[in-house]
């Protein structure tokens, strides 16, 4: 027997947002403004925290977020360099192979001869290690190898190779240095945040208990405004 479907529809819960944004650019606007308004306020205290304590940290916070912007935008343009010197590099090895198979006696012989220059086989082809670290290495063996085989005064001899090891090997150590910089902001400033965090939840459940009937305009007196985040 056939029973009637049941159509009904179970409310959907509607999920509220938290007073407290977890957002780095809201979270250091909600922080800046309620550290000036604790700061004119004598009537909220904690016990583990001052006013002037918390608006220095909300400071280094959005400092922190305004040094981790500056490295960030910076990390393309350095990619973008390093690839552009990378594929002048790739030219110029490939160039340097065509002079060793012009001048070797036999494929083996000149198979031999790359080596010296820092190419190694991968897959179907020689060509320098994609890696960064293993091509430094093997950019250490080009102006040697460059001289041994007489190649200097050649298009792509050492007028060609000099200026780009020397670039390469800047550009590694500036993205190495830049990574381990916005490495080192980011681990900081999510320590800081957390106490934030911890400070912002705090002060809501005290400010909720000193003014039961009126929290709710005095939390967003405090700029806790969930709307605008």
């Known amino acids: 027997m056939a029973t009637e479907k049941d159509n009904t529809k179970v409310p ?6 938290s007073i407290i944004t977890n957002k780095d650019n809201d979270l250091s606007t909600l922080a800046i403004n309620v550290a000036s308004v604790w700061e004119n306020n004598n009537q909220i205290t904690l016990l583990w925290k ?15 977020l305004g040094s981790k912007k500056n490295k960030t935008k910076n990390r393309p343009q350095i990619s973008n360099d390093l690839k552009k010197c990378n594929k002048a590099i790739d030219l110029g090895i490939s160039k340097i192979k065509k002079y060793i198979d012009a001048d070797a006696q036999d494929k083996n012989e000149a198979k031999a001869s ?4 820092g190419i190694v086989h991968i897959q179907s082809n020689y060509i320098l290690p994609f890696d960064k670290d293993s091509r430094a290495q093997a950019l250490k063996l080009i102006l040697g190898a460059i001289k041994e085989f007489g190649y200097e005064n050649k298009t792509y001899g050492t007028a060609y190779f000099t200026p780009l090891i ?3 090997n800047s ?3 500036t993205a190495s240095n830049t990574d381990k910089s916005i490495s080192t902001i980011t681990g900081n400033k999510n320590e800081l945040k957390k106490n934030l965090l911890l400070v912002l939840n705090s002060l809501v459940k005290v400010i909720q208990a000193n003014y039961p009937e009126t929290y709710k305009t005095e939390l967003r007196a405090w700029g806790f405004q969930k709307e605008k985040y």
């Open 114 to 117: 790359y080596a010296k220059f």
């Open 166 to 168: 020397a670039e390469f």
């Open 12 to 17: 959907s819960k509607k999920t509220s947002k």
């Open 50 to 64: 001052s006013a002037a304590q918390f608006k220095l940290d909300a400071e280094n916070y959005e400092g922190m």
């Open 171 to 173: 550009l590694v150590e």
